[in-house]
């Protein structure tokens, strides 16, 4: 039984350096291949290019248009890679749940040499530019008929939790469409560090994002796949707070094409 959207492996390459675009590209394509994956192969995926309409960093008022490849590999529903997670599936008591470790990279949230950035002018003195992280931990998921759900903890400049809530509407024997409610808890340090220069003894507390998203897939034929939707996310006010941010919510819109294989 399939169960998961997430257990693949999707390399989006260096054009998914953006935090905005990682998750939502991976979540999308990965329903995409879950949709057309043959269960009967040890290693499934797809390959295709996606574009997409996203802010130039979370929080900027400027968006870009951006086109990647997208690379989806998986094997035997048990290790996978996508985007900017990788793990295993140690224990799979029964086909509806499994707990798996990961390893997470998280994104810097934005670049000193951003445009946009340097449109907001000079930033105090200490406001450094976060790198990219990598953050160990655990996940827990689970599959009921059309509904899923996911939960990670993971560990970098703090502890952070993320969760997802999918559920798919068949619409057609070619064409679905899945509601995602999403969140993710960032504990204090890891906003000081992303939003708030990392500047020591900075008043910060921890803070929760919301998105919600419609992910649509359409098999064109047996051997590709068309996917689209939007994304949007509201920022915490402890976010919302920071200097470098303009606005309070974004949206990240996509459509993409694979061939499976």
């Known amino acids: 039984m399939k169960l998961l959207p997430g257990t693949t492996v999707l390399l989006a390459l260096s054009m998914f350096a953006s935090a905005a675009l990682a998750d939502v590209v991976s979540d999308a394509s990965s329903v995409a291949d879950f949709d057309a994956r043959d269960e009967s192969k040890d290693w499934s995926g797809m390959l295709g290019l996606a ?23 998986d094997y035997k529903d048990t290790a996978y890679f996508r985007v900017n997670r990788a793990g295993y599936w140690f224990w799979k008591p029964n086909e509806s749940f499994r707990v798996g470790a990961l390893i997470k990279l998280r994104p810097g949230a934005w670049e000193d040499d951003d445009d946009s950035i340097e449109d907001l002018g000079a930033l105090p003195a200490g406001f450094d530019e976060p790198d990219a992280q990598a953050e ?41 469409l899945t509601l995602r409610a999403s969140f993710e808890m960032l504990g204090e340090d890891e906003v000081n560090y992303q939003w708030y220069g990392d500047i020591s003894g900075a008043d910060v507390d921890s803070a929760t994002n919301v998105s919600l998203a419609l992910i649509g897939t359409t098999r064109l034929n047996p051997s590709w796949t068309l996917f689209y939707g939007a994304q949007t996310t509201s920022l915490d006010d402890e976010i919302d707070d920071s200097i470098i941010v303009e606005e309070d919510s974004y949206t990240v819109a996509f459509v993409g094409a694979g061939w499976n294989f």
């Open 51 to 73: 574009a997409l309409s996203s802010p130039e960093y979370i929080g900027s008022e400027d968006d870009e248009t951006t086109a990647a490849p997208v690379i989806i590999v």
């Open 136 to 176: 160990p931990g655990i996940n827990l998921a689970w599959r009921g008929g059309m509904a899923s759900a996911e939960l990670q903890l993971t560990s970098g400049e703090d502890t952070n939790v993320a969760g997802s809530f999918d559920y798919r509407f068949n619409l057609s024997d070619r064409s679905s």
